[in-house]
């Protein structure tokens, strides 16, 4: 009799704990499969549309300064104090341009021995040109002295050799029109050279140097023609 209810007990028992063990598998989440590995994704790439040209803009260019500017190579001194001193000695007052630097090439002259004319050639020498107005030497860059250059009307020994000036001359014998290509190739990029057919005029500017050297030929030009044998 005991050993029957020992036998019910451990059939008993062990139907417990398979039930049990049955419940919590039964609570536990089913096993995933594993992912397998997404390739990485690309960033679109642009499809250029068939036939179409491909449109490169090119990256802006770095601007010039503007103004000329001196060879870093050359010597330099500061241009402040030389405009002193050349103020000074010819009672004149200089009013600069923004786009000029602190220093100035001598081209190889003393600073002692800058007058105003000999300015004027240094301030050539250096991409600069100057005009009067108003009781005031403007020094600017020279490819804008052409709107300042004052108008000279006969030959003055006091202008100075590398101020630049506006002329106009008359012929008598010979069309000025005529003159333009023979007196271009004799004067720099930055002059002007205009013939003014109705009233045969020829309107010049340049430095008053060379505009002499100008009117000497246009003078050797103007003659009569020589008569014919």
Not at 123 to 152: C, K, M, Q, T
Request: net charge negative; with cysteine; glycine share 4%.
């Amino acid at each position: 009799m005991r050993r029957n209810n020992l036998w019910s007990t451990l059939v008993l028992l062990s139907t417990c704990a398979i039930a049990d063990a049955a419940a919590q598998q039964a609570q536990r989440p089913a096993a995933q499969p594993p992912q397998q590995a997404q390739p990485a994704q690309q960033a679109p790439q642009f499809q250029q549309p068939p036939g179409q040209p491909l449109l490169v803009v090119p990256q802006p260019a770095a601007q010039a300064p503007a103004g000329p500017r001196v060879n870093p190579d050359l010597p330099t001194v500061e241009l402040a104090p030389l405009l002193e001193r050349v103020e000074r000695a010819s009672n004149k007052q200089f009013l600069l341009d923004g786009r000029i630097g602190p220093q100035i090439y001598l081209a190889g002259v003393e600073p002692n021995d800058v007058t105003y004319p000999v300015l004027l050639s240094i301030l050539r020498a250096n991409g600069f040109a100057a005009f009067e107005s108003e009781g005031r030497v403007n020094i600017v860059p020279e490819a804008e002295i052409r709107f300042h250059a004052p108008v000279v009307q006969d030959d003055d020994a006091s202008i100075p050799a590398d101020l630049i000036v506006t002329r106009v001359l008359t012929t008598t014998n010979i069309e000025v029109v005529f003159l333009v290509p023979i007196l271009r190739p004799l004067l720099p990029q930055s002059a002007h050279l205009a013939a003014h057919m109705n009233s045969n005029r020829l309107l010049i500017m340049d430095r008053y140097e060379n505009i002499q050297r100008i009117v000497e030929i246009i003078r050797a030009l103007d003659v009569p023609a020589a008569p014919r044998q």
